[in-house]
């Protein structure tokens, strides 16, 4: 259930109806102009309230919400330039990348991967991207 408000002109926030963004007052996505802004995303499914189980499930559920809001903005995830990558786990790296390289393969962002404590010990991935619009070819 993504949806789009107009805050200002120019600018554009996107929301994924996650109990999250309502709560803590954030956007699933924000977009300025060419440029999307897509925050820390995880494997939730918003629709069941459901966290899927392991990394590599939650790395592609992870990658439909961000398909979600990336759509939103008239975007795809081939128009991601940049991608951060927290993974709780370090024996996550493997199954994670995997998932990404499925998702990724051909786009080749700019990437960053760490390892960091999240906020829930059942999430084992999140990540935050940046895309681009009407790049020229």
Request: aromatic fraction near 10%.
């Amino acid at each position: 259930m993504a949806f789009t408000i107009i805050d200002k002109p120019g600018r554009s926030l996107i929301f994924s109806g996650s109990s999250f963004e309502a709560a803590y007052s954030y956007s699933r996505a924000v977009v300025v102009g060419a440029q999307i802004m897509l925050s820390g995303t995880t494997g939730y499914d918003y629709a069941t309230e459901t966290l899927a189980e392991g990394a590599a499930e939650q790395t592609r559920q992870l990658f439909r919400n961000a398909e979600k809001a990336f759509a939103e903005a008239g975007a795809t995830l081939a128009d991601v330039v940049r991608v951060r990558i927290y993974i709780a786990r370090a024996e996550d790296y493997e199954p994670v990348m995997a998932a990404f390289a499925e998702a990724f393969r051909g786009v080749n962002p700019a990437c960053t991967t760490v390892q960091a404590g999240l906020f829930d010990p059942d999430i084992r991935v999140e990540m935050d991207m940046d895309a681009v619009l009407d790049v020229p070819a």
